[in-house]
């Protein structure tokens, strides 16, 4: 029987592009003149592949012979070699075999096209090669059928290869070959530039962009857009935002400052720490409090909405953390910045909103919040819309009231904190809530905390007793204190725990609350 390596799983599961199958692909491109997806190539790469090796066994019945250790040859004989992919060749020497193990035997000398020659065995009554039945069967699956089973190998491994290629480009996963795309001078990018500005920046997709230039009318439609996008993601004065499986375009000098240069308070501060030192319960407070730099790993599942506790350094930029259940609901893409649009759940107006993957954070909510007088605390939900790109967003209303609740003010650059009764309109956390009155003198008092390079535990000692005056036991609970550090440094729960944990000034006295040692009564 000629064994078809393709009908095997492991050809396909151990599967990687040869030079021939990038030939036979880029024929196909230039055949097309058209982009291609992944899976349009991989599949055609499958039935190719197919092709070929039957092929090569028509070839094989119809002008020579099956490589058999048990055969006999002749010199000039032409044989095929199933374990070589087929590959054939003549025979141009005989000798015997010199193997006392195995009896007497010849040896061929075979000479392959590309002029290499190699010693088969000949005229060997036993060998594993010789028990394979006569008959041809015929392919057991179809290329589609293999497809189906093995696909995802083959698309995963032409993905890699190509990505290495560089004479391949791809643009949201569709290839082309860079040397035959359509030339798109700087005039014509200069109208693209134009023609975004008029439209205060973007999004716009390439498709509204290439009525205005002046493109050659016998190229192929989806070619010209796939040149023009590729230009435009070549030219550093555009900016790639569109969400996965969408390419829009944005002037990069009308983005919003902070997208591009994030504001320093979003910045957490780096501290070296063992998170090993956190038992469950600590790590539980920490998921719970949901901070985008915690690096916990994200739920399998997220029920939306999607509840956020606003803490300051959010309030203040106008910003949603991008921890890993908001992640889940705003788009996603490939690219650093992605535009998508907010919109109010009680008004239904409509904001522009920005996802900075690198930074995680999601920007475009300053107006929002202030309208609201959102404090810091409050809660605020999201969830995404049936259309695609737009992410519903709505605060906890209530009836406006005066709360008692912890207020923070500065002296001489330090943290004072109080009870005070403000007005609060929305549901909020009591542990992260804090009244926040004068943010430009929190603004001195977190440059003085940069300027003399205080540590965290130098944060931490001066916020700790100001938050235990405001409870009759002196109790700070760790939430609590989370949200207050983050006025001044902004640092993830891990390393705030870690430094209660094993700073001996402090005793844990149970439910996430924290003394300080040696407090009477403890």
């Known amino acids: 029987m000629i064994q078809r390596k393709t009908q095997e799983p492991s050809y396909w599961e151990t599967f990687q592009p040869a030079p021939d199958d990038l030939e036979y692909l880029k024929n196909l491109l230039v055949e097309r003149e058209t982009p291609l997806s992944t899976e349009e190539m991989a599949r055609a790469l499958v039935a190719f592949r197919c092709r070929r090796e039957e092929e090569r066994i028509a070839h094989i019945l119809s002008g020579g012979s099956l490589y058999l250790p048990k055969n006999s040859y002749q010199v000039g004989d032409t044989v095929f070699?199933?374990?070589?992919?087929?590959?054939?060749?003549?025979?141009?020497?005989?000798?015997?075999?010199?193997?006392?193990?195995?009896?007497?035997?010849?040896?061929?000398?075979?000479a392959f096209p590309e002029g290499r020659v190699r010693e088969f065995a000949a005229e060997l009554p036993v060998h594993k090669l010789n028990d394979v039945p006569q008959e041809d069967p015929g392919p057991a699956l179809s290329p589609d059928e293999l497809y189906a089973r093995y696909g995802e190998f083959v698309r995963n491994a032409l993905a890699a290869r190509l990505e290495a290629e560089p004479g391949f480009v791809s643009l949201v996963g569709q290839w082309f070959l860079k040397d035959l795309l359509v030339e798109i001078p700087t005039g014509q990018l200069n109208v693209a530039e134009a023609v975004l500005d008029e439209a205060g920046g973007g999004p716009l997709p390439a498709d509204a962009l290439i009525g205005y230039l002046d493109m050659p009318k016998e190229v192929n439609p989806q070619l010209a857009l796939f040149s023009l996008n590729y230009a435009l993601f070549e030219d550093e004065r555009f900016d790639e935002v569109g969400p996965a499986g969408q390419i829009l375009w944005y002037l990069r000098r009308l983005e919003p400052a902070p997208i591009l240069d994030p504001p320093a308070r979003l910045r957490p501060r780096q501290v070296e720490y063992d998170h090993r030192l956190l038992d469950e319960t600590l790590l539980n407070l920490e998921r719970w409090l949901g901070d985008e730099w915690s690096d916990m790993v994200a739920p399998p599942k997220v029920e939306e909405p999607v509840r956020v506790v606003l803490t300051y350094p959010h309030r203040r930029s106008g910003t949603l953390p991008l921890s890993p259940a908001v992640a889940r609901v705003c788009p996603t893409g490939r690219t650093h910045r992605i535009r998508f649009t907010f919109r109010d759940e009680e008004t239904g107006e409509e904001m522009p909103g920005w996802v900075v993957r690198e930074r995680r954070f999601v920007y475009g909510l300053g107006e929002w919040y202030e309208r609201y007088d959102l404090p810091v605390g409050a809660y605020v939900e999201i969830r995404r819309a049936e259309e695609p790109g737009v992410v519903l967003i709505r605060r906890r209303p209530t009836r406006p009231k005066r709360e008692w609740v912890r207020a923070v003010s500065v002296e001489d650059g330090v943290l004072r904190f109080e009870m005070g009764r403000h007005m609060i309109s929305c549901e909020y956390d009591d542990l992260l809530v804090i009244a926040v009155t004068d943010p430009a003198a929190l603004d001195v008092a977190e440059e003085r905390v940069r300027r003399e390079r205080r540590s965290l535990a130098d944060v931490v000692a001066e916020i700790f007793p100001e938050l235990a005056k405001l409870s009759p036991q002196g109790t700070v609970h760790a939430a609590t204190l989370y949200s207050a550090v983050n006025l001044v440094m902004r640092m993830p729960p891990g390393p705030i725990l870690t430094t209660l944990v094993t700073d001996d000034r402090y005793t844990f006295v149970g439910d996430y609350y924290w003394v300080s040692r040696g407090r009477p009564g403890w």
């Open 81 to 110: 070699f199933p374990s070589l992919d087929f590959v054939g060749g003549q025979v141009v020497g005989i000798r015997d075999g010199r193997n006392p193990q195995l009896g007497p035997f010849r040896v061929i000398r075979v």
